[in-house]
């Protein structure tokens, strides 16, 4: 493993420090299995292949660690350099958590870029994983999106609409969100400072005034929520996408 870039260090921020109540299940959804192979692991699997992949740092909860590296994790050969971190509260206290492990890893935060990736999205591809490593070289941060097709109704309380918003300027924001370790640190220690809390990476950088640059996400680059979630993701792997 390792970036085909000679100054250049990829890191894999994996998080799946979530409890998955909306998946209606005693387990949480990371542990869950598809086709014989933990939802995580699969996850875990596609960073591991990519050759662009120097490290992974995996985000759970505190009480799962010893769980997720003995018993999930070890019957899979999994080559890549792999750390376990506690999750926070909060995603972003998760990821920052993660990012406190890259930045010890770190020889330069200017040379390192962090994917940061849900744990429960096993389908992202290397391709989109490539693009969005490409798009971060050149910009600094990057993320996967797909433009909204479904008319949007905008309301205050689910029962009458209040306003149509224009779906052309409307995207829904994926992972891997990849970014320039500097970058991101910054924004993160802003956001500390400022009190403020995004739902994901990206807002947490565009708050701090950073250019968050896009490339075309993946239909199929779906997130495990929902039972419904779990019967696609059975659909996707009897056809092999």
């Known amino acids: 493993m390792g970036s085909c870039e000679n100054s250049l260090k990829v890191f894999a921020v994996i998080v799946a420090g979530g409890r998955g109540l909306r998946m209606q299940s005693d387990r949480k959804k990371q542990y869950m299995v598809l086709d014989k192979i933990p939802v995580l692991v699969r996850t875990l699997m596609v960073f591991d292949r990519h050759f662009r992949t ?4 995996l985000v759970v909860p505190e009480s799962d660690a010893d769980f997720c590296r003995h018993d999930l994790i070890a ?3 999994i080559k890549t350099p792999l750390h376990i971190v506690p999750g926070g509260i909060t995603r972003q206290d998760s990821v920052n958590n993660g990012l406190d492990k890259v930045d010890k890893l770190s020889a330069n935060p200017k040379t390192t870029l962090v994917s940061v990736h849900d744990g429960v999205r096993p389908f992202v591809s290397p391709e989109l994983v490539d693009a ?3 798009k971060a070289m050149e910009t600094g941060a990057c993320i ?54 995004g739902t994901d990476e990206a807002s947490v950088l565009e708050h701090a005034g950073i250019p968050v640059h896009m490339v075309p996400g993946a239909l199929f680059n779906i997130k495990l929520t929902t039972p419904r979630d779990l019967d696609l993701a059975d659909f996707l792997l009897s056809r092999n996408l």
């Open 54 to 57: 120097d490290e992974i740092i």
């Open 75 to 77: 019957p899979y050969e």
């Open 132 to 134: 969005c490593l490409d």
């Open 144 to 197: 996967p999106s797909l433009q909204l097709t479904d008319t949007i109704k905008m309301s205050k309380g689910g029962t009458q609409v209040n306003e149509t918003l224009d779906r052309s300027r409307l995207y829904s924001a994926q992972t891997p969100q990849v970014f320039r370790l500097d970058l991101i640190l910054s924004a993160f220690t802003h956001a500390e400072e400022t009190g403020f809390s």
